[in-house]
């Protein structure tokens, strides 16, 4: 089997063809003469599980466009975000490094010297444009793009309560609002999230999209909506869509999770009383769904104006969330575990002489977006990004870059996954989960106490130890392994 670093020059001379160079900085970049570089369209959602769309398996939900987009691409069923909350997942896109280098682990932010993403992609050449929600330290302008449309950021907590769809007070997106380029509040838009805001982030898009119709250079758009996140309220044209009493409570639902995982009295799991119910999971679901469905729509609307533009034929897109969520999955409601359907994220990408209706079960991480962008851009990634190019399986070489992936939440939760075997570990409370998951893919049955898998358990840990030892874990857990992949 060939190595990443050899697969991916060879990737980038097949995209080159006879190629050229040109010198950006101290980088040299790759020009495709007889490949125009793509055009690419990252669309970000918030909160979205892995498993909610129909295309992939769904059989309750409506996803016609991303179900488009499955049958015209690459779908990755196995990808993960690495850390499940907004920001630090963001922050990993962006960097192509894990919070144990950026900055976030240890500063609560993205280190300000990290070359960024658009800020590589603006120097080759690209249009790069943000549109949507900004949970980044400094400003767009700061991080890369050229451009920002319908930004919509943190702002003053307002005095007045807001109601979910249920009349529960919101705690979500408290006093955010649209701003303009220059970071202006724009409150006449609405404080906190409002039931159209994802439409009105589609508008932003296709705005940028037929202004750049007539543009001579490959842009890279950059959508970060903030679907299907709480407080989850009734899209327009939506209400009732789903009817709650029809929603089957997932397979793994628990009125209670067995231990205190490290986040029990976190904001998310607060939304919900003790002990959950089966009702105010079918309740959520349903909403949750209809959110889904109208961002979908939304998101139909923005490949319709590519289309429209005359410009799909030559951009890749990206469809993806920051991470999953829980919604009574093992007695939780958030997305701060290491389980399936929180770590877990859909992953799809479609583009120009990519495979179509592929789906790979390549163990990845949402930061592997960084090189696999800049290989389809023919743009060098920077030495020192800790990810690799999802490209050779985009090509239809359905090939894992590395044997396992690795977890991590606070000083909560660290997590090690193969093909078959996903040991959790909770430093805090020394104790340790165990499932196979192929056997059990809900993870609902826990083997650590079972003395036929010690050895395993012993590998585990020590796989799972040396790699956070190896790139910075402040926590430095006791571990060796021979496997210490990427």
Known sequence: MQSISVRRRLTIAVFAGIAVSMVIGDQRCVALPCQPRPNVLLLLADDQRPDTIAALGNPIIGTPTLDRLVAGGVAFTRAICAYPLCHPSRAEILSGMTVFRNGVQARGRLDGGVVVLPE????????????????????????????????????????????????????????????????????????????????ELADAAIRFLNHEKE????????????????????????????????????????????????????????LWPWPRTEQDVREELALYYAEISYLDEQIGRILDALDATGQADRTVVIFTSDNGLAIGSHG????????????????????????????SSAQCYLRDLFPTICDLAGVPAPAGIQSDSLVPILRGENQSPRQF????????????????????????????????????????????????????????????GAWLARHGDPLNPEGRGDNVGR
């Open 215 to 270: 543009g001579n250079r490959p842009f890279f758009l950059h959508v970060n909506f903030t679907a299907p996140h709480d407080p989850l309220l009734s899209p327009p044209g939506f209400k009732g869509r789903y009817d709650p009493a029809r929603m089957p409570a997932p397979k793994n639902f628990l009125p209670e999770h067995p231990f205190d995982h490290g986040n029990l009295r976190g904001r998310d799991e607060l």
């Open 120 to 199: 590589l992609l603006r120097r080759a050449g690209y249009r790069t444009c943000h549109v949507g929600k900004w949970h980044t330290a400094g400003t767009p302008a700061e991080r890369g793009y050229d451009t920002v449309e319908g930004m919509f950021a943190p702002g003053k907590i307002p005095a007045e309560k807001q109601l979910d769809a249920m009349g529960r007070e919101a705690t979500g997106y408290r006093g955010w609002m649209f701003r303009d380029a220059a970071g202006k509040p724009m409150p006449e838009k609405g404080v906190g999230l409002t039931p159209g805001i994802s439409a």
């Open 332 to 359: 939780l409601r958030g997305k701060q575990n290491m389980y399936e359907h929180s770590i877990g994220v859909p992953l799809v990408i479609r583009g120009p002489r990519m495979a179509r209706g592929f789906r």
């Open 405 to 464: 992936v690795v977890g991590y939440f606070g000083d909560a939760q660290r997590m090690i996954r193969t093909d078959q075997w996903k040991l959790i570990r909770y430093p805090k409370i020394r104790r340790e989960q165990l499932f196979d998951i192929l056997a059990d893919p809900s993870e609902m049955h826990d083997l650590s106490a079972d003395p036929a898998q010690a050895a395993l358990i012993s590998r585990l840990r020590g796989d799972l």
